[in-house]
């Protein structure tokens, strides 16, 4: 079965740093865009970064300059490091991929889910 599994995050003062990671599982014959979205209490789920196949990599403007996405295609991993985090970054962080796995064709994978709290 295909899943992405998520780790890191928690609690962190303002200014702090955390690191993001997200490994995809299972039988997975490709990868395409893989990136992270955040969703905070109240608010729609917003994209962060991604991450296309090629190398292309869009931030949100909220983020440019103190995140920073990366993947490893071989390994079927991508990890966020967040610099000069704020308080309103806190949010649940999401890692999503598009994926092909055996006999289920390309499809949209969410990971669970980690909870990322600024303090001010």
């Known amino acids: 079965q295909v899943q992405l599994v998520e780790s890191g995050g928690g609690l962190v003062q303002a200014g702090g740093s955390l690191g993001l990671s997200c490994a995809a599982s299972?039988?997975?014959?490709?990868?395409?865009?893989m990136g992270w979205y955040r969703q905070a209490p109240g608010k729609q789920r917003e994209l962060v970064a991604t991450?296309?196949?090629?190398?292309?990599?869009n931030y949100a403007d909220s983020v440019k300059g103190r995140f920073t996405i990366s993947r490893d295609n071989a390994k079927r991993t991508m990890s966020l490091q967040m610099n000069s985090l704020k308080p309103e970054d806190t949010a649940v962080y999401y890692c999503?991929?598009?994926?092909?796995?055996?006999?289920?064709?390309?499809?949209?994978?969410w990971g669970q889910g980690t909870q990322v709290t600024v303090s001010s």
């Open positions: 299972g039988t997975i014959i490709g990868v395409r865009a």
């Open positions: 999503n991929a598009d994926l092909l796995g055996v006999g289920s064709g390309w499809r949209d994978y």
């Open positions: 991450s296309t196949r090629d190398g292309s990599i």
